[in-house]
């Protein structure tokens, strides 16, 4: 559209006319919302599967593993993503008093960013996943991330060129960071080679891949879950409340520190695990260095809030900031801890974890998302808000709903630390059974579930009530304004080594850049380069084309959701599963698969301990092996066809990148598969299992019994 601008001469300059661009705040306004419930539903059949694993439905697009990553990237990239376009359009029109540069790159951001939406929501039940948490989706979708996202960033740093405001607020400084931070780890973490239109193997593998991940993986919460969201606080808070940010400075210090530090805590969600000593006690140091600017900033905006106090006894939305600011303390506070050792010793892997992840996500990102769409809407459509009294309802179940999913997770969590570890008189492991500890905490799951039904009823609530303002009110696509320029008058005089950050955007983003890289550098470069960092063992060789064929299968189906593959150098965990990891061990690993929580036990040392009967018949129905197991079955693997016509392209790429398949290798690949397929029917013709050869089960059973078999005991030292 042609947007006119007019202008006339004050004492002050020249006073020009503009209007801000309010459809595109609506739009991702609305995909907000619909994402929202969308996601937040995923993840309600997600919880109550874990109760009722009748809810799996036997298909294999409704399993837990296949829609456990759509809920994660509903709620995160669809709901809260949705949610930061929406406040950043807003607010940077209004902040520095000008349109967003341009029209059509907002809508090639809107409908972009929709469409990759969607494609994660096909792909995903499908099974086409790469499994790394929170970067599940294939190459092509990656690079449609990134086009998106770049386009994003010529939008946003068009209008701070074209500003007529010289001073970037506090607001627009955590923008910048996140663009440039979340660029960053994604072209990084993405760098793949393709199989095929849907295939890719990751570039880096094993104790690599899992520090560059999460790399990725906490920043992913640090720069789109958090920095953004202070950005919109920066903003939305004191308009809301009517007051000036409590400290200027506080608000210097809080953003160059947070954006430092946050980047080196990655290693923190792989203690004592494979990846080096030093590399781990970094991440523990600058954990617990993240108190201090996360509450810092936490402050700056409660007290914002001093003398607004009978405003916000009044005001349900500004009721949800408060809760939403005190759930980012809680959570900045809980995250270095869970960082310290002999916490994370008990907490890893356990629902814990999801107790404190969920605090943030329901109370920081959703109740901040909440009070900003009821700050939004009646402006947008110029009316009131519809009903208060629904306001305030929707506020108090909503806080409920946190409580009631927050704290069963918590309780769920303590006993599946300490039941794991727990040894009786004679030495030997109290609950040696793995699912001594499932069947315990089944009631929490329950109350999870409630709890996050409460919360979603919330939303339901809201979306009547913003429906019903919205239809009481007139929707302005193009809000006139006016400012003058301050290229039109003369500029004070700059005081303080900050004002030349906060007027030249540019150098904001090489600054912010420069800070957030050296973390990542100092940490990865060294991993990468020094060999004796990730020292190799002989024995462990790369798998048959068999095995790499049960490896894919076992990402499509999603099993490392439930199931780890790393033994920790604990006595419970070596007594329970087997001899502890070695990095030597997942050379060969791409993408490493060493999950991130135990719904079901770790299967690192799970090869040739059971036979292949056992897992044939542990597929087709969990609970005839395992008694009380919540696990689905999964039926198609006895009867999809597998044809392999990819597996010459897959080994070919694996040895671009490194892994020792030889020619013949490549070559004789199918004669390979046939033999070990072939062998492994004939045993389970033993066991009176009749299959065919080439079903998915067989390469499955293969995968699943080679799985920590290439070491013995005695074997450990023998390097190369």
């Given at each position: 559209m042609e947007v006119k601008t007019s202008s006339a001469y004050t004492h002050s300059g020249i006073l020009e006319k503009f209007e801000y661009d309010n459809t595109i705040v609506r739009n991702f306004g609305i995909a907000t919302v619909v994402f929202g419930i969308i996601g937040m539903l995923v993840g309600l059949l997600v919880a109550f599967q874990l109760v009722f694993p009748e809810l799996n439905f036997g298909i294999p697009y409704t399993t837990f593993g296949r829609i456990r990553p759509l809920h994660t990237n509903a709620v995160i990239f669809a709901f809260v993503g949705n949610a930061i376009f929406m406040g950043v359009y807003h607010s940077m029109q209004r902040l520095l008093k000008t349109r967003m540069f341009s029209d059509v790159l907002s809508q090639i951001h809107f409908w972009?960013?929709?469409?990759?939406?969607?494609?994660?929501?096909?792909?995903?039940?499908?099974?086409?996943?790469?499994?790394?948490?929170?970067?599940?989706?294939?190459?092509?979708?990656?690079?449609?991330?990134?086009?998106?996202?770049?386009?994003?960033?010529?939008?946003?740093?068009?209008?701070?060129?074209?500003?007529?405001?010289?001073?970037?607020?506090?607001?627009?400084?955590?923008?910048?960071?996140?663009?440039?931070?979340?660029a960053m780890l994604h072209i990084v973490n993405s760098?793949?080679?393709?199989?095929?239109?849907?295939?890719?193997?990751?570039?880096?593998?094993?104790?690599?891949?899992?520090?560059?991940?999460?790399?990725?993986?906490?920043?992913?919460?640090?720069?789109?879950?958090?920095?953004?969201?202070?950005?919109?606080?920066?903003?939305?808070?004191p308009k809301m409340a009517n007051r000036p940010i409590y400290s200027y400075k506080l608000s210097i210090l809080h953003f160059w520190t947070l954006i430092f530090i946050y980047i080196w805590a990655g290693p923190h969600h792989l203690l004592y695990s494979s990846t080096p000593d030093w590399v781990q006690s970094l991440g523990v140091v600058f954990s617990?260095?993240?108190?201090?600017?996360?509450?810092?900033?936490?402050?700056?905006?409660?007290?914002?809030?001093?003398?607004?106090?009978?405003?916000?006894?009044?005001?349900?939305?500004?009721?949800?900031?408060?809760?939403?600011?005190?759930?980012?303390?809680?959570?900045?506070?809980?995250?270095?801890?869970?960082?310290?050792?002999?916490?994370?010793?008990?907490?890893?892997?356990?629902?814990?974890?999801?107790?404190?992840?969920?605090?943030?996500?329901?109370?920081?990102?959703?109740?901040?998302?909440?009070?900003?769409?009821?700050?939004?809407?009646?402006?947008?459509?110029?009316?009131?808000?519809?009903?208060?009294?629904?306001?305030?309802?929707?506020?108090?179940?909503?806080?409920?709903?946190?409580?009631?999913?927050?704290?069963?997770?918590?309780?769920?969590?303590?006993?599946?630390?300490?039941m794991w570890k727990e040894f009786a008189e004679d030495g030997t492991l109290r609950y040696g059974n793995f699912l001594d500890t499932v069947t315990k905490i089944i009631p929490m799951y329950a109350m999870r579930g409630i709890g996050g039904t409460l919360y979603f009823a919330g939303v339901i609530v809201m979306v009547y009530n913003l429906w019903k303002t919205a239809k009481q009110g007139k929707f302005v696509a193009n809000e006139a304004a006016e400012a003058v320029s301050f290229r039109t008058q003369p500029i004070g005089e700059l005081k303080g080594w900050h004002k030349i950050f906060e007027t030249k955007p540019l150098l904001m983003l090489v600054?912010?850049?420069?800070?957030?890289?050296?973390?990542?550098?100092?940490?990865?470069?060294?991993?990468?380069?020094?060999?004796?960092?990730?020292?190799?063992?002989?024995?462990?060789?790369?798998?048959?084309?068999?095995?790499?064929?049960?490896?894919?299968?076992?990402?499509?189906?999603?099993c490392n959701a439930c199931h780890t593959q790393l033994v920790r150098p604990f006595r419970s965990e070596t007594e329970r599963y087997g001899e502890y990891s070695k990095s030597g061990e997942y050379v060969y690993d791409r993408p490493f698969l060493w999950g991130s929580k135990r719904t079901g036990p770790d299967l690192m040392r799970l090869g040739k301990k059971y036979p292949d009967s056992w897992h044939y018949h542990h597929m087709r129905e969990p609970v005839s092996m395992s008694p009380g197991s919540i696990m689905p079955p999964y039926p198609w693997l006895l009867e999809n066809k597998m044809d392999y016509a990819d597996i010459e392209k897959k080994m070919q790429v694996?040895?671009?990148?490194?892994?020792?398949?030889?020619?013949?290798?490549?070559?004789?690949a199918r004669n390979k598969i046939d033999e070990q397929a072939t062998q492994i029917v004939e045993n389970l013709k033993k066991e009176k299992v009749k299959v065919e050869k080439n079903t998915e089960i067989v390469a499955l059973i293969a995968y699943l019994q080679r799985l920590g078999t290439d070491i013995k005991v005695q074997e450990q030292t023998a390097q190369k």
């Amino acid at each position: 559209m042609e947007v006119k601008t007019s202008s006339a001469y004050t004492h002050s300059g020249i006073l020009e006319k503009f209007e801000y661009d309010n459809t595109i705040v609506r739009n991702f306004g609305i995909a907000t919302v619909v994402f929202g419930i969308i996601g937040m539903l995923v993840g309600l059949l997600v919880a109550f599967q874990l109760v009722f694993p009748e809810l799996n439905f036997g298909i294999p697009y409704t399993t837990f593993g296949r829609i456990r990553p759509l809920h994660t990237n509903a709620v995160i990239f669809a709901f809260v993503g949705n949610a930061i376009f929406m406040g950043v359009y807003h607010s940077m029109q209004r902040l520095l008093k000008t349109r967003m540069f341009s029209d059509v790159l907002s809508q090639i951001h809107f409908w972009g960013w929709q469409l990759i939406i969607l494609s994660a929501a096909i792909t995903l039940p499908l099974g086409i996943t790469t499994s790394k948490e929170y970067a599940e989706l294939e190459w092509p979708i990656d690079i449609a991330i990134t086009l998106v996202w770049v386009v994003f960033g010529i939008n946003m740093f068009g209008t701070l060129i074209k500003r007529r405001e010289k001073h970037i607020y506090a607001a627009i400084w955590f923008y910048i960071a996140s663009w440039v931070t979340v660029a960053m780890l994604h072209i990084v973490n993405s760098f793949e080679l393709p199989v095929s239109f849907l295939k890719s193997y990751s570039l880096f593998a094993g104790v690599q891949d899992a520090l560059v991940q999460w790399w990725y993986g906490h920043n992913a919460v640090a720069f789109f879950l958090t920095t953004p969201y202070l950005g919109l606080m920066y903003y939305y808070l004191p308009k809301m409340a009517n007051r000036p940010i409590y400290s200027y400075k506080l608000s210097i210090l809080h953003f160059w520190t947070l954006i430092f530090i946050y980047i080196w805590a990655g290693p923190h969600h792989l203690l004592y695990s494979s990846t080096p000593d030093w590399v781990q006690s970094l991440g523990v140091v600058f954990s617990v260095m993240l108190i201090a600017p996360s509450w810092g900033g936490g402050i700056n905006g409660l007290l914002t809030l001093r003398g607004a106090w009978d405003k916000v006894r009044d005001d349900a939305s500004l009721k949800m900031m408060v809760v939403a600011i005190t759930a980012y303390l809680m959570a900045t506070f809980e995250g270095p801890m869970l960082s310290l050792k002999n916490v994370n010793a008990i907490a890893h892997f356990t629902d814990w974890v999801v107790a404190h992840v969920h605090v943030g996500a329901l109370g920081w990102n959703g109740m901040m998302t909440f009070a900003i769409l009821y700050y939004l809407v009646p402006r947008l459509y110029q009316t009131e808000i519809y009903s208060k009294k629904l306001l305030n309802t929707h506020f108090w179940i909503g806080t409920l709903g946190i409580v009631l999913y927050a704290i069963p997770m918590y309780v769920s969590g303590f006993t599946q630390g300490l039941m794991w570890k727990e040894f009786a008189e004679d030495g030997t492991l109290r609950y040696g059974n793995f699912l001594d500890t499932v069947t315990k905490i089944i009631p929490m799951y329950a109350m999870r579930g409630i709890g996050g039904t409460l919360y979603f009823a919330g939303v339901i609530v809201m979306v009547y009530n913003l429906w019903k303002t919205a239809k009481q009110g007139k929707f302005v696509a193009n809000e006139a304004a006016e400012a003058v320029s301050f290229r039109t008058q003369p500029i004070g005089e700059l005081k303080g080594w900050h004002k030349i950050f906060e007027t030249k955007p540019l150098l904001m983003l090489v600054g912010s850049l420069i800070v957030v890289s050296i973390g990542g550098l100092v940490q990865m470069i060294p991993t990468f380069v020094i060999k004796e960092n990730i020292p190799t063992i002989a024995s462990v060789k790369p798998y048959t084309p068999l095995e790499l064929e049960g490896r894919d299968l076992y990402i499509r189906e999603g099993c490392n959701a439930c199931h780890t593959q790393l033994v920790r150098p604990f006595r419970s965990e070596t007594e329970r599963y087997g001899e502890y990891s070695k990095s030597g061990e997942y050379v060969y690993d791409r993408p490493f698969l060493w999950g991130s929580k135990r719904t079901g036990p770790d299967l690192m040392r799970l090869g040739k301990k059971y036979p292949d009967s056992w897992h044939y018949h542990h597929m087709r129905e969990p609970v005839s092996m395992s008694p009380g197991s919540i696990m689905p079955p999964y039926p198609w693997l006895l009867e999809n066809k597998m044809d392999y016509a990819d597996i010459e392209k897959k080994m070919q790429v694996l040895r671009t990148m490194g892994v020792p398949y030889s020619e013949e290798d490549i070559k004789n690949a199918r004669n390979k598969i046939d033999e070990q397929a072939t062998q492994i029917v004939e045993n389970l013709k033993k066991e009176k299992v009749k299959v065919e050869k080439n079903t998915e089960i067989v390469a499955l059973i293969a995968y699943l019994q080679r799985l920590g078999t290439d070491i013995k005991v005695q074997e450990q030292t023998a390097q190369k």
